[in-house]
T-cell receptor, first 115, second 112 residues
Framework: AQSVTQLGSHVSVSEGALVLLRCNYS??????LFWYVQYPNQGLQLLLK??????LVKGINGFEAEFKKSETSFHLTKPSAHMSDAAEYFC?????????????FGRGTQLTVWP | DADVTQTPRNRITKTGKRIMLECSQT?????MYWYRQDPGLGLRLIYY???????NKGEISDGYSVSRQAQAKFSLSLESAIPNQTALYFC???????????FGPGTRLTVT
């Protein structure tokens, strides 16, 4: 089974500071990779996804993530945090070529943005 | 209108009661999933279904059952609820490619 590790269950940044949320996966074959965001009392919303081709993926709300095969990582970044970015973020993977289509989730990282 | 809906949104029930959580989707997807979310544990898969005749257990299916009444409907049942089933439950759907999943708004279940 796939394994997803999100380093840091809580990250705090000041408004305007760089946001970096870390995600590592365990797979010998690069999987599909996803970042989801969950705002308070809401469901999960897809931020961005990596399926093939470009290793730098741009998502919504100014977020981007870079797939690094050598490091088995897919870290999420945003150059300048905004108060509205405060939420919980989940990294997820899915096996490439699998018909099951199931996602394996990390435990989540709660992002706090200070004014 | 939302593509994936869940009812109820909130439910409080007592230990031993049977409860059903319902999920409907208008995306036309064949694949549907039920997850539970607990603080610090992320989302864990309970059951998934590829079509009305294909239902599979996920990693934490004990104490749960499901029913796929139609392509668009996937229900999760707790036959005899217990307090450690208190959690946030999400339904999701997936199309045939890329494995991207679309989530409902969740049902917050409290078992007292």
């Amino acid at each position: 089974a796939q394994s997803v590790t999100q380093l840091g269950s809580h990250v705090s940044v000041s408004e305007g500071a760089l946001v970096l949320l870390r995600c590592n996966y365990s797979s010998s074959v690069p999987p599909y990779l996803f970042w989801y965001v969950q705002y308070p009392n809401q469901g999960l919303q897809l931020l961005l996804k990596y399926t093939s081709a470009a290793t730098l993926v741009k998502g919504i709300n100014g977020f981007e993530a870079e797939f690094k095969k050598s490091e088995t990582s897919f870290h999420l970044t945003k150059p300048s945090a905004h108060m509205s970015d405060a939420a919980e973020y989940f990294c997820a993977v899915s096996e490439r070529g699998s018909t099951l289509g199931r996602l394996y989730f990390g435990r989540g990282t709660q992002l706090t943005v200070w004014p | 209108d939302a593509d994936v809906t869940q009812t109820p949104r909130n439910r409080i029930t007592k230990t031993g009661k049977r409860i059903m959580l319902e999920c409907s989707q208008t995306k036309g997807h064949d694949r549907m999933y039920w997850y539970r979310q607990d603080p610090g544990l992320g989302l864990r898969l309970i059951y998934y279904s590829f079509d009305v005749k294909d239902i599979n257990k996920g990693e934490i299916s004990d104490g749960y059952s499901v029913s796929r009444q139609a392509q668009a409907k996937f229900s999760l049942s707790l036959e005899s609820a217990i307090p450690n089933q208190t959690a946030l439950y999400f339904c999701a759907t997936s199309g045939p490619t890329r494995n991207e999943q679309y989530f409902g708004p969740g049902t917050r279940l409290t078992v007292t």
